[in-house]
Antibody, heavy 127, light 113 residues
Framework: QVQLQESGPGLVKPSETLSLSCTVSGGSVSRGSHYWSWIRQPPGRGLEWIGFIYYGGGADYNPSLKSRVTIAADTSKNQVFLNLTSVTAADTAVYYC???????????????????WGQGLLVTVSS | DIVMIQSPDSLAVSLGERATIKCKSSQSVLYDSNNKNYLAWYQQKPGLPPKLLIYWASTRESGVPDRFSGSGSGTDFTLTISSLQAEDVAVYFCHQYYSSPDSFGQGTKLQIK
């Protein structure tokens, strides 16, 4: 059974960088058709897709955050990372990492729905 | 970007009755080459992450009770709970993965009447 666990600071100061880790167990971030996403949810609000990384190191980001976001992976530790720079109060949210099951047709694979989620980590941006 | 709009924002249904939640996308999420609708539904209970219920618009995730069903195609989709149980109280989200960036509906809060 795949499990994901987010970790990192729960409080970040405005203008600083938010850095989170997601440790994956029961599956590998470096194999298969899976994509590894970060999604956030401001308190009491809806879900916003931040971006993903996939095997081979490719990544895609939400254009609304693209200038501030980097997603990376450490395959030796089976971890996925999120960096979000120049944070403001608007970045206060629960941050989830999620596995995307992926869909392959022939030699091509595509991102799809999120079939496994971490428990989420509340990050508050405040001085 | 594709905008997802759910209706209603909140819904109260009696136990044992049917609950219906709608989701409309600003453009079609049906991929003609494989005839699949790139649409999923999630259930989120307080303090927990979303849980996948339905993908490809109508395929139920393993372990999801069969009272949950998804239907629709193109731009209009429906999540139906055939006989509401107390444990179904939650917020429900639709999600399109047809094109980047992925986007979600604003959520529908389902309560017991």
């Amino acid at each position: 059974q795949v499990q994901l666990q987010e970790s990192g600071p729960g409080l970040v100061k405005p203008s600083e960088t938010l850095s989170l880790s997601c440790t994956v167990s029961g599956g590998s971030v470096s194999r298969g058709s899976h994509y590894w996403s970060w999604i956030r949810q401001p308190p009491g609000r809806g879900l916003e897709w931040i971006g993903f990384i996939y095997y081979g190191g490719g990544a895609d980001y939400n254009p609304s955050l693209k200038s501030r976001v980097t997603i990376a992976a450490d395959t030796s530790k089976n971890q996925v990372f999120l960096n979000l720079t120049s944070v403001t109060a608007a970045d206060t949210a629960v941050y989830y990492c999620a596995r995307d099951g992926g869909y392959c047709s022939g030699d091509s694979c595509f991102p799809t729905y999120f079939d496994h989620w971490g428990q989420g980590l509340l990050v508050t941006v405040s001085s | 970007d594709i905008v997802m709009i759910q209706s209603p924002d909140s819904l109260a249904v009696s136990l044992g009755e049917r609950a219906t939640i709608k989701c409309k996308s600003s453009q079609s999420v049906l991929y003609d080459s494989n005839n699949k609708n790139y649409l999923a539904w999630y259930q989120q209970k307080p303090g927990l992450p979303p849980k996948l219920l339905i993908y490809w618009a109508s395929t139920r995730e393993s372990g999801v009770p069969d009272r949950f069903s998804g239907s629709g195609s193109g731009t209009d989709f429906t999540l139906t709970i055939s006989s509401l149980q107390a444990e179904d109280v939650a917020v429900y989200f639709c999600h399109q993965y047809y094109s980047s960036p992925d986007s979600f509906g604003q959520g529908t809060k389902l309560q017991i009447k």
